[in-house]
């Protein structure tokens, strides 16, 4: 998720006045298509842990309080994602509550992907923060950190029968991770190729058969999305599956959605999956800590409503099947107003949650009767 929005280095900027777009790319989405299938149906769950300790209900649509992952699976999902840091002060996300939580999500016949953050705090565009162990470290020590720390996670759910079917090696890294060593600066991706090339040679050598993501919140821009993975390209960088965050208040329409994912498809011919998207089911909030995304019709002409919401998500999962995605995962949508699951790991009890009204659960944790995922 991406909590603080940058704005482009005036560098790239003048990169990017120099790409045209083709004009026959700049259309709407195709009408729907028997002939592609999302097959990676998928939620981020990484809060849910958290929630439930703390007494959370979730209740599907009959009004029946059950099992979260299973009212998820009655909907459609078949895939999720859960967040590891490196240390969080608060001890939720950590290796020891992924580990935990593997075990419950392949218990239920789900599918599962790490997202690597490399942090001990959230990372995504505007911040990518080192953990405060390899603080120090310069981009060789930094090597052998993600290295062994993605072999060790890896190979500790292998070891309990909860391979990784998917890792992701960074969030949201549109201008690098682990910075500032990691960071691409002057256009020059040859720290940022080093992270991501120990990150791909571990998952592999712990399990061959996971797929390695390179994740970027670059939905917004085909031009940003070219200059990003055309960098780590040149450097010779691997990766089975290309990400992407969507988020309409931030990353535009969903022409310009369909457009972007059918660029990056075919211009590296390897699968697209988008990571993350959700819409708000209201414009309220339910705690003191302001929302993410406010407003009563934030983009898309779809009101903050469970019909607004379900509505977006038919159509954000229909413009990337057209488009010959693979999959969809909306981000955190268990994530409700659950007093001490706040957003900050360093004052989890003081701090309120700013996602409460973009989940699929309501403030007393009832679902969304019309959400639904739809390969």
Do not use: E
């Given at each position: 998720m991406t909590r603080h929005r940058s704005r482009p280095h005036a560098w790239i900027a003048a990169f990017l006045a120099l790409v045209a777009?083709?004009?026959?790319?700049?259309?709407?989405?195709?009408?729907?298509?028997?002939?592609?299938?999302?097959?990676?149906?998928?939620?981020?769950?990484?809060?849910?842990?958290?929630?439930?300790?703390?007494?959370?209900?979730?209740?599907?649509?009959?009004?029946?309080?059950?099992?979260?992952?299973?009212?998820?699976?009655?909907?459609?999902?078949?895939?999720?994602?859960?967040?590891?840091?490196?240390?969080?002060?608060?001890?939720?996300?950590?290796?020891?509550?992924?580990?935990?939580?593997?075990?419950?999500?392949?218990?239920?016949?789900?599918?599962?992907?790490?997202?690597?953050?490399?942090?001990?705090?959230?990372?995504?565009?505007?911040?990518?923060?080192?953990?405060?162990?390899?603080?120090?470290?310069?981009?060789?020590?930094?090597?052998?950190?993600?290295?062994?720390?993605?072999?060790?996670?890896?190979?500790?759910?292998?070891?309990?029968?909860?391979?990784?079917?998917?890792?992701?090696?960074?969030n949201e890294i549109n201008v690098g991770m682990l910075w500032n060593d990691g960071k691409v600066v002057?256009?020059?991706?040859?720290?940022?190729?080093?992270?991501?090339?120990?990150?791909?040679?571990?998952?592999?050598?712990?399990?061959?058969?996971?797929?390695?993501?390179?994740?970027?919140a670059n939905a917004d821009s085909m031009a940003n999305a070219r200059w990003f993975y055309d960098g780590i390209r040149a450097k010779g960088v691997q990766w089975d599956l290309t990400a992407l965050s969507y988020y309409c208040m931030w990353h535009g329409s969903l022409a310009n959605l369909y457009n972007v994912i059918t660029d990056v498809r075919t211009r590296y011919g390897r699968p697209v999956v988008l990571t993350e998207t959700a819409y708000p089911f209201t414009a309220a909030n339910a705690d003191g800590e302001p929302n993410a995304i406010n407003g009563g019709e934030p983009c898309a002409g779809h009101p903050a409503s469970w019909s607004g919401q379900a509505t977006e998500f038919s159509w954000v999962q229909n413009t990337a099947r057209d488009a010959g995605a693979v999959g969809v995962f909306y981000w955190e949508p268990t994530w409700y107003a659950v007093p001490g699951n706040g957003w900050d790991p360093a004052n989890i009890n003081g701090t309120g949650n700013q996602w409460d009204n973009m989940a699929i659960f309501n403030w007393t944790g009832q679902v969304n009767p019309g959400i639904r995922w739809t390969p």
């Open positions: 777009l083709p004009a026959a790319l700049l259309v709407p989405p195709a009408p729907a298509s028997a002939a592609n299938t999302l097959t990676m149906l998928g939620a981020d769950v990484s809060s849910v842990q958290r929630s439930l300790d703390l007494g959370a209900r979730y209740y599907d649509a009959a009004g029946t309080a059950r099992d979260p992952l299973d009212i998820l699976k009655g909907l459609g999902v078949n895939y999720v994602r859960l967040r590891v840091w490196n240390n969080p002060a608060s001890g939720w996300n950590n290796k020891a509550r992924v580990l935990a939580y593997a075990r419950t999500v392949k218990a239920k016949g789900l599918k599962l992907m790490i997202d690597f953050h490399y942090s001990d705090t959230w990372a995504d565009p505007g911040k990518q923060y080192k953990p405060a162990a390899w603080a120090s470290h310069g981009i060789g020590q930094l090597q052998t950190d993600v290295y062994n720390y993605t072999y060790d996670v890896c190979a500790s759910l292998k070891a309990q029968g909860t391979t990784p079917d998917s890792v992701q090696i960074g002057n256009n020059d991706f040859t720290n940022l190729s080093l992270l991501l090339k120990a990150g791909y040679q571990a998952t592999k050598q712990c399990n061959g058969g996971t797929q390695v993501i390179v994740h970027t």
